[in-house]
């Protein structure tokens, strides 16, 4: 009897998490819609409305190969993830001066 209720309670958490799975499908993950059904969210992704503050103590340094640079900053409160762009300017010498400018 304890074999056929541990059965059962497996196929009603089975049908459950079956139909949690179909109402996300059906709802593309709104999380309006999905409250919609009755079921409580466990957590909704709060998109802040303020920009991160600026970056802090930002290093640049060279890479340990060829071409590539390794880059660092304090962490941000409000930042997960950071992309980051570059822009290279090759130099060349001046012969007049022995200086280098963009070239």
Do not use: F
Not at 5 to 15: I, M, N, P, V
Not at 56 to 84: F, H, I, M, Q
């Amino acid at each position: 009897m304890a074999a056929t209720r541990a059965e059962k309670a497996d196929k009603l958490r089975a049908a459950h998490d079956n139909l949690g799975a179909a109402l996300e499908t059906k709802s593309k993950g709104d999380p309006v819609a999905l409250t919609a059904t009755g079921y409580e969210l466990a957590e909704v992704a709060v998109q802040s409305t303020t920009p991160p503050d600026k970056i802090l103590n930002l290093a640049v340094t060279a890479g340990d190969n060829d071409g590539s640079v390794d880059a660092s900053c304090d962490p941000e409160a409000k930042t997960s993830t950071y992309e980051w762009q570059i822009n290279v300017v090759k130099l060349r010498q001046r012969q007049d001066k022995g200086i280098e400018k963009p070239g």
